[in-house]
């Protein structure tokens, strides 16, 4: 019994320790936002 509370309590740190770096990345990451042209050639819009 010893070991599974050992293997639950590795998963749930594992999990905070994932969460945790979601959520950092998701609030100090700014994405940057460019224009973008994209030309497209006229055979391929005729068909």
Do not use: C, D, H
């Amino acid at each position: 019994m010893p070991t599974l509370f050992r293997l639950v309590f590795f998963m749930m740190i594992m999990a905070v320790l994932i969460y945790g770096a979601m959520f950092s990345l998701a609030t100090f990451v700014k994405p940057t936002q460019t224009q973008m042209t994209i030309r497209l050639p006229l055979e391929s819009l005729v068909n």
